[in-house]
T-cell receptor, first 115, second 112 residues
Framework: DGGITQSPKYLFRKEGQNVTLSCEQNLNHDAMYWYRQDPGQGLRLIYY???????QKGDIAEGYSVSREKKESFPLTVTSAQKNPTAFYLC??????????????FGAGSRLTVL | GESVGLHLPTLSVQEGDNSIINCAYS??????FIWYKQESGKGPQFIIDIRSNMDKRQGQRVTVLLNKTVKHLSLQIAATQPGDSAVYFC???????????FGTGTRLTIIP
């Protein structure tokens, strides 16, 4: 089955440590995204990538970094510079909906907790 | 600035009844609107999308209505089932823009 795989599902980190969240897709989608979701809130865009070896900052990129060396993979690193990293992180890839909209397919998410 | 907001943060509906979830948007340049469903601990799932040149679109048990005059979007779910309990997000997507702007979500609870 085609889809997006995020790992790990749960991650605990000590303050001052960098952690990397994995995102892999086998949907052959060109564009991939990382969102952050806090309790009771909507999704905020961290980074996105439209093609391999290229990516752009979203609305809350500070304290995060990404790479896009392969079409299938878009890992997100949460650095020690991110002041409030505890959140639910969602990876997505883009396809075009039947109306022409940019429809995102999401992974199951990774929940990061900083101790 | 641009924003997508929801009128009600929570909604409870009796099983079998119809539900309506509302969303207001402020970016008149948005061409596409999308509804997502998110169950607890999972990623959002696509439900239905609509383009700004339409005012209504139907799917299986769902209907999306778009009123551009008042910048309002709604999702109607017919004959609700327990599995419909989730948080529902609307999102807007301006034409040619890679980014979607999401609302804060409405939690729908189906009462058995």
């Amino acid at each position: 089955d085609g889809g997006i795989t995020q790992s790990p599902k749960y991650l605990f980190r000590k303050e001052g440590q960098n952690v990397t969240l994995s995102c892999e897709q086998n949907l052959n989608h060109d564009a991939m995204y990382w969102y952050r979701q806090d309790p009771g809130q909507g999704l905020r865009l961290i980074y996105y990538s439209q093609i391999v070896n290229d990516f752009q900052k979203g609305d809350i990129a500070e304290g995060y970094s990404v790479s896009r060396e392969k079409k299938e993979s878009f890992p997100l690193t949460v650095t020690s510079a991110q002041k409030n990293p505890t959140a639910f992180y969602l990876c997505a890839s883009r396809q075009q909906g039947s109306s022409g909209a940019n429809v995102l397919t999401f992974g199951a998410g990774s929940r990061l907790t900083v101790l | 600035g641009e924003s997508v907001g929801l009128h009600l943060p929570t909604l409870s509906v009796q099983e079998g009844d119809n539900s309506i979830i509302n969303c207001a948007y402020s970016n008149s340049a948005s061409d596409y609107f999308i509804w997502y469903k998110q169950e607890s601990g999972k990623g959002p799932q696509f439900i239905i999308d609509i383009r700004s040149n339409m005012d209504k679109r139907q799917g299986q048990r769902v209907t999306v209505l778009l009123n551009k005059t008042v910048k309002h979007l709604s999702l109607q779910i017919a004959a609700t089932q327990p599995g419909d309990s989730a948080v529902y997000f609307c999102a807007e997507n301006p034409f040619g823009n890679e980014k979607l702007t999401f609302g804060t979500g409405t939690r729908l609870t189906i009462i058995p």
